[in-house]
């Protein structure tokens, strides 16, 4: 996007654009396109912002558009750095650097592009020598509190930040930025303040809402978590040009908690899906209803004292896949091979899976159909019995040449005294005795 624009295009202003103007244009720009969502078109927007709201940057900015060999190098590696081309960009820069060693612009350009070449080192000598010569430009700032923030120097990065905001009270990307940094140093009042004195600075944004809805996740502080998605949605009823957006933010807050709270992730695809019915929204929001009533289950299951922990472990385990999106190899495979070559303490597990809790038993169909379909077992050749059990040694962590073939066996379900089966039906902890027999009289 934006190939070749000028910072003028980029913000859609006229060349004479007055300062307030151009500031209009940026708090409308950057509502549009968010840095979470779209962080290349953030910098470029960011970028032409700071450069036109500063007189001195943007007098050296006119006279480079003048220059047609240094505007070429600096569109050269605009175009690189737009692509995630960082090291490419660099050829450009020191090109234009040559012709123009003084060039704020374009050392500017060069540190940004170490920042993500994680040379941080280089790139702050590069902001605190700019910062010597310009002690009154709030972007060197910020982007020295970047670098800092990226180097893991958080204190010292929350003070860039500050600094920054010194000089540029309204710069988003500098609340923003401050808000994180608080909260990364684990001082979650002030980094919460940070942000919503950046929404009454700058106005309502996703990017201050997401971070709100972070640290309410972390904080696991429901109320506070749904009155800020409210805050988030509410920016759609006022703003029909952000409904897009506004969906991709829940989208993303319902991927970071629909593993601890799934219901609340359903229902926030749900409001996603109606804000934008994109084909990847209803497909996530129909994998998550599916994990909000496989958990349910799941917790019913784990109460069962008539279900073996073997198997109870097994269907944890596929529903962690299906939560994580991991389709990659089964862990549990070897373990379900040893279960299916000595399932006897297992088939009554089974049976009260698909009776009891059919969207489980779909879960992992084939292979309990497969362990009720051969109760006296599955033969495998001795070599691929010592491969199985080779298999379960190394998950366990143990020496899979140290383990006699007879020392790995499925444990009997332990003795249970109230379960909901009849008195003369086999008893669930697998022995094949009757119940009345078995663990009822225990």
């Known amino acids: 996007m934006w190939e070749n624009a000028s910072h003028y295009e980029i913000l859609g202003v006229g060349a004479s654009a007055g300062v307030q103007e151009i500031k209009k244009a940026y708090f409308g720009a950057v509502r549009k396109y968010p840095p979470e969502r779209w962080p290349e078109e953030f910098k470029r927007i960011r970028e032409a912002y700071v450069t036109l709201s500063n007189p001195e940057r943007r007098r050296e900015y006119d006279d480079g558009q003048e220059n047609g060999t240094i505007r070429e190098y600096l569109g ?19 090109k234009a650097l040559e012709i123009s060693p003084g060039s704020r612009v374009a050392r500017g350009m060069h540190a940004l592009c170490l920042i993500q070449l994680e040379a941080y080192e280089q790139a702050i000598r590069i902001y605190k020598k700019l910062i010597l010569e310009c002690p009154d430009d709030p972007v060197f700032y910020y982007t020295l509190g970047e670098a800092l923030f990226r180097q893991g120097a958080l204190k010292q990065a929350s003070e860039a930040f500050e600094a920054s905001l010194r000089l540029a009270p309204d710069d988003l990307a500098s609340w923003v930025q401050l808000g994180y940094c608080y909260f990364r140093l684990d001082n979650n009042v002030k980094a919460r303040a940070t942000l919503e004195k950046c929404l009454e600075v700058c ?40 409904r897009e957006n506004v969906a991709w933010s829940l989208v993303r807050t319902a991927e970071s908690i629909r593993e601890r709270v799934p219901d609340l992730a359903a229902t926030l695809l749900g409001k996603a899906k109606k804000l934008n019915p994109d084909a990847e929204i209803k497909q996530l929001h129909k994998e998550t209803s599916l994990l909000q009533k496989l958990y349910k289950s799941e917790e019913r299951l784990r109460k069962d004292p008539a279900i073996h922990s073997w198997i109870k472990d097994l269907v944890s ?25 000595e399932p006897a303490n297992l088939l009554s597990s089974a049976r009260r899976i698909k009776e009891e809790y059919p969207d489980l038993f779909k879960l992992l169909r084939k292979f309990l159909q497969t362990l009720l379909d051969n109760p006296a077992g599955v033969v495998f050749s ?17 020496n899979p040449d140290g383990i006699p073939l007879d020392e790995v066996y499925i444990p009997p379900m332990p003795r249970v005294k109230t379960v909901d089966v009849g008195r003369n039906e086999p008893c669930p902890c697998g022995s094949g005795k009757k119940y009345k027999k078995c663990c009822l009289g225990a």
């Open 317 to 341: 385990i596929e529903i962690a896949r299906i939560a994580e999106g991991y389709d990659g190899p089964e862990n549990a495979a070897p373990m379900q091979k040893l279960m299916l070559k």
């Open 76 to 94: 050269e590696a605009h175009e690189a750095m737009d692509e995630q081309r960082y090291q490419e960009a660099l050829a450009p820069l020191q």
């Open 382 to 398: 001795e070599s691929d019995t010592r491969q199985i059990y080779r298999e379960i040694a190394l998950l366990d962590g143990l």
């Open 203 to 242: 106005g309502e944004n996703v990017s201050v809402y997401l971070r709100l809805i972070q640290m309410d996740t972390y904080e696991d502080n429901v109320d506070w978590l749904k009155r800020d998605i409210r805050r988030l949605e509410k920016l759609a009823e006022d703003d029909p040009e952000m």
